[in-house]
């Protein structure tokens, strides 16, 4: 293989509560926010974001950002997927200012990346299991969304 090849999978967006934040650890910021719901659409699964999501992150002086998140889905059709991600939010230091203080920022003026993996019991959705993807990721002031696609 060659080439890295995707296919879209859906999109989703979360609404994240404001975060606690547990200190400086290292000269880095450590922050845990809550996930209280969300949705996602795509071709091939659509659904609900379950609440009680976790969302970590580890801050750095300069703003860069790593991800550490967990969520609960459930299709519209009734199947539970448990989907995890890590990823990293970095740019320039003034953009990861603006987005920290809240403001809408064009995603393009910063990078914002995750890799996700799935695991379900469910007969219909086990082919997540086998996947590997990945989300470019915005910041909007509701909250994180992606689009999300899988690593053929």
């Known amino acids: 293989m060659s080439e890295i090849v995707t296919e ?20 880095n910021l450590r922050r845990f926010a809550a996930v209280t719901d969300g949705s996602f659409e795509g071709p091939k699964l659509r659904g609900l974001v379950l609440p009680g999501g976790s969302d970590a992150l580890v801050i750095h002086p ?11 889905l ?9 989907l995890q991600y890590r990823g990293v939010r970095s740019g320039p230091e003034a953009v990861l200012q603006r987005l920290a ?5 064009d995603p393009s003026e910063y990078y914002f990346r995750t890799l996700i993996l799935f695991e379900t019991g469910d007969a219909r959705y086990a082919w997540l299991n086998d ?3 990945v989300g470019l990721g915005r910041r909007e002031p509701s909250g994180p969304i992606y689009r999300v696609f899988a690593l053929c």
Request: aromatic share 6%; proline share 2%; charged share 20%.
């Open 8 to 27: 879209f999978l859906f999109e989703m967006r979360l609404h994240v509560i404001a975060p606690v934040e547990v200190g400086a650890i290292g000269g």
């Open 62 to 72: 300069n703003g860069r950002t790593l991800l550490d998140v967990r969520l609960a």
């Open 74 to 82: 459930q299709t519209h059709d009734g199947a539970a997927i448990f």
């Open 101 to 105: 203080r809240g403001e809408a920022v």
């Open 131 to 133: 996947l590997v993807a």
